[in-house]
């Protein structure tokens, strides 16, 4: 175990500061703001939070949590279930957490996770008091070694006060080596991100630390927490053919080489079936710069498919979380993990020219996305960092099913309950259906490609209500207000969005 | 005439393709792609546009016109009225123009400014046919130097299979030199935009062409456009002053220096207002790094306050238009005029920390913000470049007044008819009640603060629709859908969105 441990905490400095878990969560008093590593559940101190929530049993006190993107279960729903926490920025996942939020009982700020950085440089979400990160190690030279994710730890470091390290005695040693940490000046006193290919390393290998800062050091044994695995469907499957056909077509006429541009690919069940059928497709060399790299990347740099990724976090499942520490010594010449500022920074992807794909909620014959919330109000996961890539991608690609609760539900609406992205930032929208290429098009011409792609069973109500729009109202973007929730009002009064089941079947 | 020819068209070969507008404008096809400078009525041709809107009265076609911005009564107004245009992008404002679009007899896409050069390079809007470009000179080495804008001419030159200069002989000779011609290669193979400092010059002082491109050199002496004065009113008088307020805040709590940082200002009268505040304001050394120059950023140039300025265009009153001459030479060290591209580039505005303000049409309670459709559905003029500095800037401020026609509109609605900056994206509203400063706070707690700078016979009836929200549907954004647009439903029906005007008051 000692040996462990001075291989893993390898500056004397550190090694002094070993305190348990309950002690370090000892310091934290009501109302500080916490800036805590960890993103889709990679990388996030375990021992602290839980530790944390503990005391919340027993002792009445609130905290504001502040992360990379979401935690896990011994975490956000820990920390949520002891209800301890405040506020809650710029991203979670967990449905606890999420219950809490929408039932009023904390406080939510969903943000651009490129944004976060900068809000905490400027001040407006005042200063951090404790960082918690956890990490693969500490070197000699005093880096904190990062594990499965970057997120927003670099910053949080850099402005807190003091500093809580986990150092997960479990982590792979691979994990040294395989991330980019560079950290932005202020606004007006930096230069440009030099980041002018995917695999370009601008940092360093770990995040740099004042050792004074650093109140304590945590040990932990918590293994990485898998995500799951959504095996293709026939829906899903035909979303993923669809957006390969769309590309195909890119390539076939000329806008794009084989290699493709660098892609970014949402997380979940879409986007792992087409990182699954990319493996049979005609694309070679293919390079990712995304956020958050999943199983399916790795398949296909075995497949020889694609020869780079970089992003801020790893979500893997759990055959590759238990295979992790192997395929980062396998994979580490050909990933790279950055902080969510740079992954996410609108320099690097419009400079690169981003291909982005990132899964809807629902969306309107216009082609506005709402990505979050549920009927307008309530929120299911965050905006993270899809507003960042669909604002500055070379092609921004947005998928949904036509159809959820067993048809009850369309996907494409007339009028979105809530727009993250607006329809100057969408350019392709798939559905199992088939693909809307909106580019170049005006509204009015977006609404007949879009209303194609909703599901038969709807399409009768959105060509019946777009057509009375243009005849009754006109406009650049033709809506009857009192009519362009009529699909949500009839879904909450009747349970489903269909106007008359029998007539349209 | 002749001497002034030859100082104007200072290259040879240009001489020889000297043509009558009505010869150039005959060359011009059916369905062609038109790529024309211009922004806010500067720097675009006018000899032109006449001519070919004149012969469209005789001919039947149409083609596509792509701009920098809008274009004046000689152009925009012009070409509408002989019905020669098929699609307008990225932006207009004229009147005529704007109907004809609302009344489905023209298509427009509105596009974030900073996006065009990007879609011209992919292709989404076709090759562009011709170029038609308003020039204060051609030097010797016959580089083409624009007028009182940029917009996208580098771009429409670069990619244009034909290009018509129209040499403008009563432009100021001083436009040489203030014009920062910078432009980027494709994406995946361009480097950084180097600006560091607003000042920071990047490029040539002209647009470089092809000779063998240039099919026609036009001639004219049409002076350029004045844009009305607004005045102050007490109204914009009261969002000015609130703004400095905010702005005075954010100095006295260090989170500003008294040069502030470099801003980026809207057009019109609560612009205009602002910037008269200013100079009795405490700021010195304050940089402009905007996208439109008007005559109170010269007044601040005057008075000692702004010390650069750059945009990519001018919007000038009569009285600095009747000086223009003058005044270029007399500011030639402290304003620069760069490719919209580059003035609206998110790489930039996000480097530097740009603080942003425009002007809003409606505002919502969750701080979502509609910049161009009335009611949801008629176009006023667009987008313009509200989006690249909203989302990229240190500090995005919108600002309305709190009522519109006479008190019968609110432009604070419990939900937006069109969404052009998310929630995400904006941190203080201004309306001459006040300002709301959303910065750190969760939805539920900005609606408190928007709701507080309505007008005060709209805020029960905004409370009473977030206290039925809260308390029946709850949610993260709390809100009625029902209900969502019963004010402008209301103002629909009954001519006012006040819902029972006697009990209110």
Request: proline share 5%.
């Amino acid at each position: 175990m000692e040996k462990i441990i001075s291989e893993k905490i390898r500056n004397k400095a550190f090694l002094d500061k070993i305190v348990s878990a309950e002690e370090a969560a000892s310091w934290i008093q009501d109302g500080m703001n916490l800036g805590m590593s960890g993103f889709t559940l990679f990388g996030e101190p375990k021992e602290f939070p839980r530790a944390l929530s503990e005391r919340g049993k027993k002792e009445k006190f609130k905290v504001n949590v502040y992360t990379g993107a979401s935690l896990g279960p011994a975490a956000d729903q820990a920390m949520a279930e002891a209800g301890i926490v405040n506020l809650r920025v710029p991203y979670q996942a967990n449905p606890v957490m999420r219950k809490k939020i929408n039932d009023g009982e904390m406080y939510y700020i969903d943000q651009h996770l490129s944004h976060m950085a900068e809000e905490i440089r400027k001040g407006t979400l005042g200063k951090i008091d404790y960082a918690i990160i956890e990490a693969a190690a500490i070197t000699e030279d005093g880096l904190i070694i990062p594990t499965g994710s970057v997120g927003n730890s670099p910053i949080f470091v850099e402005k807190a006060e003091n500093v809580i390290i986990e150092v997960n005695l479990t982590a792979p040693k691979a994990y040294e080596g395989i991330h980019d940490i560079y950290i932005q000046k202020d606004q007006g006193e930096r230069g440009e991100i030099p980041i002018y290919n995917v695999s370009d390393r601008i940092g360093e290998i770990g995040i740099r630390v004042d050792p004074d800062k650093v109140r304590g050091v945590i040990l932990s044994e918590q293994p990485d927490i898998p995500s799951p695995l959504f095996e293709p469907n026939e829906e899903t499957q035909a979303i993923a053919d669809h957006l390969i056909d769309f590309l195909n077509k890119e390539v076939e006429e000329g806008r794009l080489p084989i290699s493709l541009a660098p892609l970014q690919s949402g997380v979940g069940s879409v986007a792992n079936a087409v990182l699954k059928n990319m493996k049979d497709a005609q694309f070679r060399d293919v390079e990712v710069h995304s956020e958050v790299l999943q199983d399916g990347i790795f398949d296909l740099i075995d497949a020889g498919i694609v020869k780079f990724a970089t992003g801020t976090a790893l979500s893997l499942s759990k055959k590759r979380v238990d295979s992790l520490a192997e395929d980062l010594e396998k994979y580490k010449d050909k990933i790279m993990f950055r902080p969510q500022e740079i992954s996410n920074n609108p320099e690097v992807i419009r400079r690169l020219g981003v291909i982005s794909f990132n899964t809807a909620l629902e969306v309107d014959i216009y082609g506005n996305v709402n990505s979050t919330h549920v009927s307008g109000t309530h929120i299911m996961n965050g905006i993270g960092g899809s507003g960042d890539f669909a604002r500055n991608a070379r092609i921004t690609i947005f998928v949904t099913p036509s159809l959820a609760k067993g048809g009850k539900i369309s996907a494409i609406v007339p009028f979105v309950s809530h727009i993250d992205h607006t329809e100057h930032d969408v350019d392709v929208i798939i559905t199992e259906q088939g693909y809307a290429d909106l580019r170049g098009l005006p509204p009015v011409k977006r609404a007949e490609k879009i209303i194609e792609i909703a599901h038969p069973t709807y399409r009768p109500q959105l060509r019946a209500y777009f057509e009375e729009a243009k005849a009754k109202v006109g406009g650049q973007t033709p809506h009857i207000l009192e009519k362009a929730f009529s699909f949500h009002t009839n879904l909450k009064e009747k349970g489903t969005m269909l106007f008359e089941e029998e007539k349209v079947k």
